[in-house]
């Protein structure tokens, strides 16, 4: 139930409760008001005592009814809705305003929830209005510029209004699909399911990461010290995580000596067991061993032979259809509970992102924005100005703005360049920037790995995945970590980003695909042909209205219409961990 309905039912009993006060002072004050001139009467004095005390009465059932509505109310909103609660507010109230109660099938609403069918199409329509606008934004775009080029500015003064009009119209769907999805009625349960799942899926984490007797448990090794910044280095710990998981042995992370932090992964986060960080064992092996071996080393991604069909983007399949239904991209969501549990933070570590927080005053609403320079730069990703990202946190805001009043437009600004964070303030002074040139200054390849640097890189990461909305490239480890971490904070953030080159990927996975979900023919140049149910390795979006990949069937390569591909899961056996009973 959301707090919309709960407020409902509080007004009508409020409403009821006032009713049959009024009703009672006018029965029982009546013959006061016929016999001014006389003297009291016994009978009236006893009636007047009555209705006192029947006031009395009425006020303490308020009471009682109030603090039941308000607590259902807060269970409501935060999502801890079950049939027992919901049973003892029906019998509460009817036996209090002596009323019958019926909820109308609310209360299976609210356990049962939406089916799958229903969350996917939902989330199917909020991209298919995205992916409609990013195509007929890009040819409108081609229009205008072929309008400039040809000397002809009312046509691009035209097209211009066309496109700021239709960006409206964008704006206003989706915020329509938004409103919608909260008004019927199954937001608590998206609640109450995300915390159930993951809850889940970390106690069955701590179940293989505390093994009743350390000497005789399965171990995998892991070596933290892998040449790469930060963001590299925990994705790295997150696989060596996930095949621990596969194949049902306790993650042992080597981090002596780890370059960002010499004192080792301990020092930053939670230690991964509280009964079992010994590595040793009665036998050795490296990857893949055996399933008798105790002791089995994992290479990096990069030199993992053979390939196990449980590297990201797989999902397991005994939680694929819990996942599916929930979230908007379930290979994301299954990261990020392995981040969740990986970035536990010591309490001093803890500590210095609170101070953080509040010495920049960082509040809602804010935009995470993520500008990756330096060695990425030429290499790996294109040069983005910082007018590119602010496109998007413009975007955002105007949104926004559609619904409520804000106040300020605050961004929150991490970036491995110094230059930009004061060029972001002089461009745009409409907004109010957050964050420190001096973490920028530390993000520099030449200083990258000093205690400053960590500091800062923890602070960035923090900031930007507890931001309202991700503006980054996705080509940055940095921010595809934010973007994971943020899914483990939300039921389903899974449209809370804008990238402005790649889709989301996680080194080293196994292949992303897509099925056609309906026929095309190919009639421009550079498009590929696809009948329902082709296959698709999908190698990136290019953010008009097309997709660019192979069609497995045809071996044709080129691009796609987004809207007429879904993603194809991979869904594979993973231990089940009965060990860990599912909470009901």
Not at 173 to 187: F, I, K, R, V, Y
Not at 479 to 504: G, N, V, W
Request: one cysteine or more.
């Amino acid at each position: 139930m959301n707090l919309r309905s709960s407020n409902k039912i509080l007004a009508q009993a409020a409403i009821i409760l006032f009713f049959f006060w009024v009703i009672a002072l006018i029965l029982l004050t009546r013959p006061l008001l016929n016999n001014q001139q006389s003297e009291v009467s016994n009978d009236v004095l006893q009636r007047l005592s009555k209705a006192v005390s029947e006031l009395e009465s009425l006020k303490v059932r308020n009471q009682e009814l109030q603090w039941i509505l308000t607590n259902f109310s807060h269970e409501a909103q935060s999502g801890k809705i079950n049939k027992n609660i919901i049973e003892r507010l029906r019998s509460t109230l009817e036996n209090k305003i002596r009323v019958p109660i019926n909820f109308g099938g609310l209360e299976k609403k609210l356990i049962d929830g939406p089916s799958k069918e229903y969350e996917v199409k939902r989330r199917a329509i909020y991209r298919g209005v995205q992916e409609i606008w990013y195509f007929v934004q890009q040819e409108l775009e081609k229009l205008k510029k072929k309008g400039h080029d040809q000397s002809a500015p009312e046509l691009a003064s035209l097209i211009q209004e066309i496109l700021n009009s239709g960006k409206e119209h964008e704006i206003v769907l989706l915020n329509d699909l938004q409103e919608l999805s909260s008004m019927e009625g199954h937001d608590a349960w998206r609640t109450t399911e995300s915390r159930a799942l993951s809850d889940l899926v970390q106690r069955r984490l701590h179940y293989l990461q505390n093994p009743v007797d350390c000497s005789k448990a399965r171990k995998l090794v892991c070596n933290l010290n892998k040449s790469c910044g930060y963001g590299c280095q925990i994705h790295h710990a997150a696989y060596c995580f996930i095949m621990a998981y596969a194949t049902k042995r306790t993650l042992i992370l080597n981090s002596k000596k780890w370059r960002y932090h010499r004192g080792g992964w301990e020092k930053v986060f939670l230690p991964l067991s509280d009964t079992c960080t010994d590595p040793s064992g009665l036998d050795r092996s490296n990857w893949p061993g055996t399933n008798e071996t105790q002791v089995i080393e994992l290479p990096i991604v990069d030199m993992l032979s053979p390939r196990p069909p449980f590297l990201p983007l797989a999902i397991p399949r005994d939680l694929s259809d819990r996942m599916i239904r929930l979230h908007g991209d379930p290979q994301v969501w299954w990261i990020g509970q392995f981040m969740k549990y990986l970035l536990r933070y010591q309490p001093e570590s803890q500590k210095m992102l609170d101070q953080a927080k509040e010495k920049m005053n960082f509040k809602m609403p804010v935009v995470g924005v993520h500008v990756r320079r330096t060695d990425k730069v030429g290499t790996e990703a294109a040069f983005h100005s910082i007018d590119e990202y602010m496109l998007f946190v413009a975007d955002f805001f105007n949104k926004l703005e559609m619904k409520e009043k804000v106040p300020v437009r605050r961004v929150y600004l991490a970036s491995d360049d110094p230059s930009v964070l004061p060029e972001a303030k002089k461009k745009y002074p409409d907004y109010e920037f957050l964050g420190d040139v001096s973490i920028a200054k530390g993000a520099a390849v030449a200083t990258r790995y000093t205690d400053s640097s960590l500091r800062g890189i923890l602070v960035d990461i923090h900031m930007l995945a507890h931001s309202d909305h991700l503006v980054c490239t996705f080509s940055s480890q940095v921010c595809r970590l934010a973007y994971e971490i943020m899914q483990t904070l939300h039921p389903d953030a899974s449209s809370k980003f804008k990238s402005l080159d790649d889709i989301y990927y996680y080194g080293g996975q196994g292949p992303h695909q897509q099925t056609a979900i309906y026929s095309h023919k190919a009639h421009r140049t550079g498009e590929i042909s696809m009948e329902v149910g082709d296959i698709l390795g999908i190698a990136g979006n290019h953010w008009d209205g097309y997709s660019k990949g192979i069609n497995e069937r045809t071996k044709q390569s080129g691009l796609y219409p987004s809207f007429k591909a879904v993603d194809k899961y991979n869904i594979v056996d993973f231990p089940v961990y009965s060990e860990v009973a599912v909470a009901e």
